[in-house]
């Protein structure tokens, strides 16, 4: 059975059409002008009766296509813009494009410069003091810096997201003039949910870093999502209320004593949802102002303070109960493991999570089993699970792991199976299972096994048995990932595939099975077997040949299937 072709909408036909003809329809006579000498408020033609989400539709394909080029961008710059991403041709990108774009574009709400690093960073302030209605802005990879920070301070009350990601002219002045303005004494950008910070590491010691970090989380009272690897020591300085000492972070700005004052005051007046929406909204003329203290009051740190992030990223497994007590909201968290066993951390102290990942940084040196009680307490309410470097030590621990999480959408899991002890008189396999393992939100599973453990036939038959539970009560699973499994997957896949109707798998568009134990033949099941694939990677598979890899090509060649096998 032939795999079902995408079905392509008329819009896409229609705007595919335009990006094939740019060249030679509606660039024909516009090339032939100096487009670097005019700035045209308004131009006559089809794009400025195209809705704003189309002409911006049209960019990326043009851009993604390689076929976009500045006298495009003079045709496709219109006023009735609301977003605006010139990601895929950030090389073209330059002052006079952002001249264009501060002209035309006065009522953008989003807009991404990614990698744009050809703008200087007063064209970049220029343009931002001119987007007020701005709502989310990347400007990753960019000449962003103090000036640009403080233009968005000022100039974007309405922000909600905001990336400056691998910016190397950003400083911890710069952050902190953007969260506060040190001449009205209030505090800006109060709509600011995610912050982005990745690979910013602004000059002075790591706990002025930590600080900075601090002060920006009790000055944005909305925000959810600040990934950065000091993130932890600043939860902690903010646990710990070390507000004791005299000064600031830098000059110009409050103590985080001050800061912390101000920010309870604040959150005492929002009362209900409504009244929390209207001040995230407020404008940086009506935020909250600091209010000196006197000194005998600096040290004074509210008895109780809760941030709202909802995601942390590489969580120490010692600050885990100190992070709890601060971020009640935790939707999604990684945490990184050490080499102790299981301490006084629960996740129960999450009610909210929803994905979650345990690894170990370096070698295996913690258990699965250690953590399946923790697991069962928040399983109901997980829909990614991700459990990297681990030991598995008992043959049942993963069924009875997603038994316990039967909402799960996306499963990933590297393990390290140890060698088990065999009694001398070995039982008869067991008979695998007949019931399938129901999972009927999952649409990625991935497997990863190493260890000597693996290659023994208990434990290979009864995961071998796992699978078969997982697979038959798996059917919107589009993505499924085997790799290292020396179960016989030949047999895995018969068994799944002769099921009673309805026919599982039949959603399937990725197959990996690396270095696992598979023949052509069970390659062949999952070929033929009428679901939506697109590729299969049999790399280092040992029982699978040259040969049957050419006949599992020609074998989808006839079928007429749009799949790619890979194979080494």
Same mark, same amino acid.
């Given at each position: 059975m032939s795999r079902r072709k995408e079905v392509v909408t008329l819009t896409g036909l229609c705007l595919q059409n335009i990006a094939d003809n740019m060249q030679s329809v509606w660039m024909k006579d516009y090339m032939?002008?100096?487009?670097?000498?005019?700035?045209?408020?308004?131009?006559?033609?089809?794009?400025?009766?195209?809705?704003?989400? #189309?002409?911006?539709?049209l960019i990326r394909i043009l851009g993604e296509s390689h076929k976009l080029n500045?006298?495009?961008?003079?045709?496709?710059?219109?006023?009735?813009?609301?977003?605006?991403?010139?990601?895929?041709? @950030?090389?073209?990108?330059?002052?006079?494009?952002?001249?264009?774009?501060?002209?035309?574009?006065?009522?953008?709400?989003s807009l991404d410069l990614h990698s744009c690093n050809r703008? %200087? @960073?007063? &064209?970049?302030?220029?343009?931002?003091?001119?987007?007020?209605?701005?709502? +989310?802005?990347?400007?990753?990879?960019?000449?962003?810096?103090?000036?640009?920070?403080?233009a968005i301070g000022r100039s974007c009350p309405r922000l909600c997201e905001l990336d400056v990601s691998r910016c190397k002219k950003v400083s911890s002045s710069s952050l902190l003039s953007m969260v506060y303005d040190?001449?009205?004494?209030?505090?800006?950008?109060?709509?600011?949910?995610?912050? #982005?910070?990745?690979?910013?590491?602004?000059?002075?010691?790591?706990?002025?870093?930590?600080?900075?970090?601090?002060?920006?989380?009790?000055?944005?009272?909305?925000?959810?999502?600040?990934?950065?690897?000091?993130?932890?020591?600043?939860?902690?300085?903010?646990?710990?209320?070390?507000?004791? +000492? %005299?000064?600031?972070?830098?000059?110009?700005?409050?103590?985080?004593?001050?800061? @912390?004052?101000?920010?309870?005051?604040?959150?005492?007046?929002? +009362?209900?949802?409504?009244?929390?929406?209207?001040?995230?909204?407020?404008?940086? @003329?009506?935020?909250? +102002?600091?209010?000196?203290?006197? &000194?005998s009051e600096t040290s004074v740190m509210p008895e109780r303070l809760t941030l709202r992030l909802k995601k942390l990223e590489d969580l120490e497994e010692d600050d885990v109960s100190v992070v709890g007590s601060l971020c009640p909201l935790v939707e999604e968290v990684a945490i990184s493991l050490g080499d102790q066993p299981l301490g006084s951390w629960s996740l129960v102290q999450?009610?909210?999570?929803?994905?979650?990942?345990?690894?170990?940084?370096?070698?295996?040196?913690?258990?699965?089993?250690?953590?399946l009680a923790a697991l069962q307490a928040i399983g109901n309410s997980l829909q990614v699970l991700s459990l990297q470097n681990l030991l598995w030590c008992h043959d049942d621990s993963l069924p009875t792991l997603?038994?316990?999480?039967?909402?799960?959408?996306?499963?990933?899991?590297?393990?390290?199976?140890?060698r088990q002890n065999l009694l001398p008189n070995e039982p008869e396999l067991p008979p695998w299972p007949r019931d399938p393992l129901p999972l009927p939100r999952l649409h990625a599973f991935s497997l990863l096994i190493e260890g000597e453990g693996s290659s023994q036939a208990i434990f290979q038959h009864k995961l071998g048995g796992s699978l078969v539970s997982?697979?038959?009560?798996?059917?919107?699973?589009?993505?499924?990932?085997?790799?290292?499994?020396?179960? %016989?997957?030949?047999?895995?896949?018969?068994?799944?595939?002769?099921?009673? %109707?309805?026919?599982?798998?039949?959603?399937?568009?990725?197959?990996t099975l690396c270095g696992s134990n598979v023949t052509q033949w069970g390659a062949s099941l999952v070929v033929r077997s009428g679901s939506d694939l697109r590729t299969l990677d049999l790399s280092h598979c040992k029982e699978v040949t040259c040969r049957d890899h050419h006949q599992l090509q020609e074998r989808a060649r006839k079928q007429r299937l749009n799949l790619t096998i890979s194979w080494l």
């Open positions: 032939m002008k100096n487009m670097e000498e005019y700035n045209f408020l308004f131009i006559e033609g089809p794009f400025n009766q195209l809705a704003g989400s #189309l002409v911006q539709e500045k006298g495009c961008l003079h045709l496709l710059l219109q006023p009735h813009l609301l977003e605006l991403s010139l990601r895929s041709c @950030a090389g073209i990108v330059n002052v006079a494009i952002m001249q264009l774009v501060t002209v035309r574009c006065k009522h953008l709400t703008v %200087p @960073a007063a &064209s970049l302030a220029t343009l931002i003091e001119g987007l007020p209605r701005l709502i +989310k802005l990347c400007l990753a990879d960019t000449q962003c810096d103090s000036l640009v920070l403080t040190t001449k009205g004494a209030t505090f800006c950008c109060q709509a600011l949910r995610v912050l #982005l910070l990745d690979d910013v590491k602004p000059k002075g010691s790591p706990e002025q870093w930590a600080q900075v970090l601090c002060f920006i989380l009790l000055a944005l009272p909305c925000l959810e999502e600040l990934p950065n690897p000091s993130l932890s020591a600043a939860l902690n300085l903010l646990y710990s209320r070390s507000f004791t +000492k %005299p000064g600031t972070c830098f000059d110009g700005f409050p103590p985080l004593a001050e800061v @912390a004052q101000s920010r309870t005051i604040s959150e005492s007046k929002i +009362k209900g949802g409504s009244n929390m929406r209207n001040y995230q909204l407020n404008s940086s @003329a009506s935020s909250p +102002k600091v209010t000196p203290q006197r &000194s999450w009610p909210h999570l929803t994905k979650l990942t345990l690894h170990c940084p370096q070698k295996p040196e913690r258990t699965l089993e250690e953590f997603l038994t316990m999480c039967p909402n799960l959408q996306s499963f990933q899991s590297h393990f390290t199976v140890l997982v697979l038959k009560g798996s059917p919107q699973l589009e993505s499924l990932s085997l790799c290292g499994v020396q179960s %016989p997957l030949d047999s895995v896949f018969e068994v799944v595939y002769g099921s009673s %109707p309805p026919r599982p798998l039949q959603r399937l568009s990725a197959v």
